[in-house]
């Protein structure tokens, strides 16, 4: 359609083809929090992990068009076994869920498991193999549920980040065992731009995400993961906010609240895998029914147990 200037709007034209081709594949398009505007814009749902988990679980739709990253994309597929499970950019993925691997996983569990009750817990940012290692998973809304919900005498063994793990240990005192991972974007958050950011706007509470690390937590006036962080300024009295995450969060947080100012920790906070979708690759997504997503299923049949218990966690 010829707008009256002339200039063909080329994104509307996508969207408009997307949403019918949503339509006839009975398709639903969820949307992380990180992803592009014109993406989140364009999605049936978008939230964090667990708002994502849960509503894979329980959509009719026979088509997820998933527009995060591989794990995300994998956990639906464990999910809807049946239904076809679309990830536009296949090579979207998480440097943090490469950092351990099954095999490693199982050697680690070897290695405490003498003598003593060992129970995992991985972040659902892992790969499904690791998930099907793996006792309970978690997500950054509700790690301290699922690290109290684990028997106390048993020892709790949680990967892979590093810094989710340090938290569930301040917020429930247990002896949390973790593996050394790390989220590069939230790993790299320091100090001094933190002190920056306060110093330029002394009255905005410092919102940050639980994979930054514990010095940067101290600092925090609240630790949300990304929807958190989205109801919380909805229902703060302040009228503007430092946001220690991913700066995508920036589309969802001012939409929820225009009224409202949000000043990233670090511009440079970028995670580059879930930038790479964009409306043309969803809709050729839609066209090809590629690139598809599908666990294979004695790794899906382990792997469901963990996100199965997660998920009845109370509360979560
Ligand atoms: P949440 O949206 O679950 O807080 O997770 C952030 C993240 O890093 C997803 O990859
Ligand atoms: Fe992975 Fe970090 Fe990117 Fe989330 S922001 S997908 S944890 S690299």
């Given at each position: 359609m010829k707008p009256a200037t002339g200039i063909i709007d080329e994104s509307k034209d996508l969207r408009d083809k997307i949403k019918t081709m949503l339509h006839d594949r009975k398709a639903i398009l969820l949307a992380h929090n990180y992803q592009r505007p014109e993406v989140q814009d364009i999605a049936d749902?978008?939230?964090?992990?667990?708002?994502?988990?849960?509503k894979t679980s329980q959509?009719?739709?026979?088509?997820?068009?998933?527009?995060?990253?591989?794990?995300?994309?994998?956990?639906?597929?464990?999910?809807?076994?049946?239904?076809?499970?679309?990830?536009?950019?296949?090579?979207?993925?998480?440097?943090?869920?490469?950092?351990?691997?099954a095999e490693e996983l199982r050697k680690k569990k070897a290695a405490l498991s003498t003598g003593?009750?060992?129970?995992?817990?991985?972040?659902?940012?892992?790969?499904?193999?690791?998930?099907?290692?793996t006792d309970i998973c978690c997500t950054s809304a509700n790690v301290i549920q699922v690290a109290k919900s684990v028997?106390?005498?048993?020892?709790?063994?949680?990967?892979p980040d590093k810094n989710l793990a340090q938290y569930a240990i301040k917020h429930t005192g247990r002896n949390i065992i973790y593996w050394e991972g790390f989220c590069p974007v939230h790993n790299n958050l320091t100090v001094e731009q933190v002190r920056k950011a306060k110093s330029i706007h002394p009255e905005?509470?410092?919102?940050?995400?639980?994979?930054?690390?514990?010095e940067i937590l101290e600092?925090?006036?609240?630790?949300?993961?990304?929807?958190?962080?989205?109801?919380?300024?909805?229902?703060?009295?302040?009228?503007?906010?430092?946001i220690g995450t991913e700066i995508g969060m920036l589309h969802p947080l001012s939409k929820a609240n225009p009224d409202k100012l949000f000043f990233p920790a670090d511009p440079g906070m970028i995670c580059n895998d879930m930038k790479k979708i964009g409306l043309g690759e969803i809709l050729t997504a839609l066209q090809t029914m590629q690139p598809e997503v599908k666990v294979p299923r004695e790794i899906r049949e382990k792997a469901k147990g963990a996100v199965d218990r997660m998920l009845a966690i109370p509360s979560t």
């Open positions: 749902l978008c939230g964090d992990s667990l708002e994502l988990s849960i959509t009719d739709a026979e088509v997820i068009v998933f527009c995060g990253v591989h794990f995300m994309a994998e956990t639906a597929s464990i999910l809807c076994p049946d239904k076809k499970v679309l990830l536009p950019v296949f090579d979207a993925g998480c440097p943090m869920a490469d950092m351990i691997t003593q009750n060992v129970v995992v817990i991985s972040y659902v940012n892992t790969t499904a193999d690791v998930k099907a290692e028997d106390p005498s048993h020892q709790i063994f949680m990967t905005a509470p410092f919102l940050a995400h639980p994979e930054c690390p514990p600092l925090a006036d609240e630790v949300k993961s990304t929807s958190g962080m989205i109801a919380y300024a909805g229902s703060s009295e302040s009228r503007e906010f430092i």
